[in-house]
């Protein structure tokens, strides 16, 4: 038995280690991540880059930023104390309000006391002799961890377009990412959007509100559905908190975590009037209903796809004035709902404003000036220009920071031809490394799928720590079996013909213009099914030792 084992035994501190655990991002699972380690007892540190909690929701700051899962549903489910005394304001709570009731969890819970904030991992060494990880911060601090946690999100990695001269301009610039604390006036200002993504689509709609001119360039339109927000009310929300098991079942129930579940119908299963009348009733429902609650096979098959996505691009034609404008506006490259369907609230409306112009621009914009942005047929001025331009996903936090395993094999490389893990959340030659809402686990309503993510690595970690476990790994094994099964579970879904974040498509990153099998689509029931397997059959499927 080794120094730090006996040590553990014993119930003393691993004097091999700094912390029995590392995590890296004080987001939504990062702050429950941290939550039930403290539980078991153990040292906990949690290196945050910014200067708060809130990941996600402390860097989004841009006009118009909200969710688009119901408020209720976006809620943690492990506290009944926090459940009863926190009163959401919206159906889709906005930014700020979902920023103070991460703050509200971090204090309820004295989180704070464990994270070090404006801590940047730069990098992570797997040590074999010490069965440890060595965590450098950008500034230099090093730290030994037994266990390395990432929670460092889906959506996280900024990228800014590949356009010549964006240093030169000599107005105000921003990405959408990392919007300024201090409010942003838009009145009397030229401004350009370059972006129409779901981001894109919530910033346009509130700046349109109070900006002087407003030009947006776009270069792949999206398929957007109205969000229908509303103010919840204190009767309402006295409804929802006695419904909370209700509606926290019904998510698990669901592929995508959502209180949408896909209708059990089929589109072809029902008259064109019954089809007409059920799709007016999900458009002019709150939520991702049209996107999550349709028929069943509106994802899979093509001829159903067509049907919807030529609703969804009446929709548009009644809405946008313009005939010319409102084409430019439908997607003719990908169909409804096989990308992530961006939520608007008067967003194509803002089309209709004289001081608003679209510019579609099927090659490139040239060049930004310093005065504006020039493309190939046409120079435009600006006071401010703002880039909606998105992230490098799921892959791209992983990316930018320098993860050693074994022998010093870098994860970047070992997943250059596209992601390897075990149910999401273990890589083979990276011991002691569990990535919560990793590549291949399955997405969906964050927050409903954190928490199972949560329960099942700190499952792990307790079966580790009650054995005198010191090294944790997948086996190749179980890496190909889990990875042969993700990929099969994407067979037929028509999303994954589509470039979009979520095949790993990105242009504006090196290497990332091939599609790749990034996340599990078998949904959620399924996913927790084969984790489930894996506790019940003792971790007999991994590494241990």
Request: aromatic fraction near 12%.
């Amino acid at each position: 038995m080794s120094v730090a084992q006996a040590a553990r035994s014993n119930g003393e501190a691993d004097p091999a280690v700094d912390f029995d655990a590392v995590i890296i991002g004080a987001g939504v699972s990062g702050l429950y991540q941290l939550y039930r380690l403290r539980e078991l007892g153990l040292r906990v540190r949690v290196f945050e880059t910014g200067s708060g909690v809130g990941g996600t929701w402390y860097w989004n700051r841009y006009p118009g930023a909200r969710f688009d899962s119901e408020s209720y549903t976006y809620a943690y489910s492990f506290s009944q104390e926090l459940l009863d005394e926190w009163n959401w304001n919206e159906r889709f709570a906005g930014q700020a309000e979902t920023e103070r009731y991460l703050n509200h969890v971090a204090d309820k819970f004295d989180l704070r006391r464990d994270i070090q904030f404006n801590s940047r991992v730069a990098g992570a060494r797997y040590c074999e002799e010490t069965r440890s990880w060595d965590v450098v911060l950008e500034d230099g601090r090093r730290y030994g961890t037994r266990f390395l946690i990432t929670a460092i999100g889906v959506l996280s990695a900024p990228t800014m377009p590949r356009i010549a001269g964006v240093e030169s301009f000599r107005g105000q610039s921003f990405h959408t990412h990392y919007w300024p604390k201090e409010p942003v006036s838009f009145e009397g200002k030229r401004v350009a959007v370059i972006g129409t993504g779901a981001t894109a689509v919530q910033a346009i709609t509130e700046i349109a509100k109070t900006v002087g001119h407003l030009t947006v360039f776009q270069r792949t339109p999206n398929w957007c559905a109205p969000l229908h927000n509303a103010r919840i009310g204190e009767d309402e929300m006295r409804r929802i908190r006695a419904s909370y098991p209700e509606i926290f079942a019904r998510c698990n129930e669901s592929p995508g975590c959502f209180i949408h579940k896909p209708d059990r119908q089929s589109t072809h299963e029902v008259s064109p009037e019954e089809r007409e009348i059920f799709w007016e009733k999900l458009y002019g429902e709150p939520g991702f209903g049209i996107w999550q609650g349709n028929f069943r096979d509106i994802l899979t098959d093509r001829a159903a796809n067509a049907l919807i996505s030529e609703f969804i691009a009446r929709k548009i034609r009644q809405r946008v004035k313009e005939p010319i404008v409102a084409e430019k506006l439908i997607p003719k490259n990908h169909g409804f709902g096989t990308r992530r369907v961006p939520l608007e609230s008067g967003y194509y409306e803002v089309y209709n404003q004289p001081n608003v112009k679209l510019v579609d621009i099927k090659t490139p914009i040239e060049r930004i000036i310093p005065t504006g942005i020039r493309t190939s047929d046409a120079e435009y001025e600006f006071d401010m220009i703002i880039y909606a331009t998105g992230f490098d996903a799921i892959t791209g936090t992983f990316d930018r920071i320098d993860i050693r395993g074994i022998d010093g094999v870098s994860l970047k490389d070992k997943w250059k031809d596209g992601p390897q893990t075990y149910l999401g959340v273990l890589v083979e030659d990276f011991p002691n490394m569990l990535m919560v809402m990793g590549p291949h686990a399955a997405l969906g309503n964050f927050p409903r799928a954190v928490e199972y993510n949560v329960d099942w690595v700190t499952g792990l970690i307790r079966h580790a720590r009650d054995r005198g476990v010191t090294r944790i790994e997948a086996t190749a094994a179980g890496v190909a079996q889990w990875t042969d099964h993700v990929k099969a579970s994407a067979e037929g879904l028509l999303f994954n013909e589509i470039d979009s974040w979520m095949t790993g498509v990105n242009r504006n990153v090196e290497g990332k213009q091939t599609r790749k099998i990034m996340r599990y689509s078998g949904g959620h029931p399924v996913f927790r099914e084969h984790c489930d397997a894996v506790v019940a059959d003792g971790y007999r499927t991994l590494a241990l030792g």
